[in-house]
């Protein structure tokens, strides 16, 4: 298994340009988050889906869309990217109903906003 | 104040040494878990605990529910053993994990 992937790596953007940070896992997990990582903070939630066709809003989702068409894909969409989107964004998955279920991450994208 | 706080926020300690990192939350929470964030960025799970202790090598986790506290071990830590070491909690009922800031590690030989 690949576990979780993440495309691109790095990613430089100008302010007010749109992009897609890809996320995809091969665990058959229905359960898959976003998170931003900024410097001096926790991991903080930005959408979640418990299954395909269905998302909801985390901690911080201004700014940001998903959407899950298919059990293995979860796409974030920068609509109009902003300097305060610049970070580190994580892909998870894990399997729901959960407490007790281990967190698969991806090994993150770092963007820059200009 | 954050739901998690963990500390120390730093550590630095010589190899060989009895690591203790400490998680402490405020809310009512279905499971705890301990996370390892790489020197490059990669984020691997440690434990997943809801009650008592859990052992892996020379890794120890603790959960007190009672006491809303959970601490790390590492016992004869090793440079290797150097990450940013992160606690998160499932918060009861829902499906969301709510992370602490993290505790930078740093092992020397």
């Known amino acids: 298994n690949a576990g979780v992937t993440q495309t691109p790596k790095f990613q430089v953007l100008k302010t007010g340009q749109s992009m897609t940070l890809q996320c995809a896992q091969d665990?058959?997990?229905?359960?898959m988050s976003w998170y931003r990582q900024d410097p001096g903070m926790g991991l903080r939630l930005i959408h979640y889906?418990?299954?395909?066709?269905?998302?909801d809003q985390g901690e911080v989702p201004n700014g940001y869309n998903v959407s899950r068409s298919t059990t293995e894909d979860f796409p974030l969409r920068l609509l109009s990217a902003a300097p305060s989107q610049t970070s580190v964004y994580f892909c998870?998955?894990?399997?729901?109903?959960?407490?007790?279920?281990?967190?698969?991450f991806g090994p993150g994208t770092r963007l820059l906003v200009l | 104040k954050n739901e998690v706080e963990q500390s120390p926020q730093n550590l630095t300690a010589q190899e060989g040494e009895f690591i203790t990192i400490n998680c402490s939350y405020s809310?009512?929470?279905?499971?705890l878990h301990w996370l390892q964030q790489h020197p490059g960025g990669g984020i691997v799970s440690l434990f997943m605990?809801?009650?008592g202790k859990k052992k892996h090598g020379r890794l120890i986790a603790t959960i007190n529910i009672q006491e809303k506290h959970s601490s790390l071990h590492i016992t004869a830590s090793h440079p290797r053993d150097s990450a940013v070491y992160i606690c998160?909690?499932?918060?009861?009922?829902?499906?969301?994990?709510?992370f602490g800031q993290g505790t930078r590690l740093t092992i020397n030989p």
């Open positions: 998870a998955s894990r399997t729901p109903g959960g407490a007790g279920e281990t967190q698969y």
């Open positions: 809310v009512g929470i279905s499971a």
């Open positions: 605990l809801s009650s």
């Open positions: 665990m058959n997990h229905e359960y």
């Open positions: 889906s418990v299954g395909a066709g269905i998302t």
């Open positions: 998160a909690v499932m918060v009861g009922g829902a499906q969301k994990l709510v």
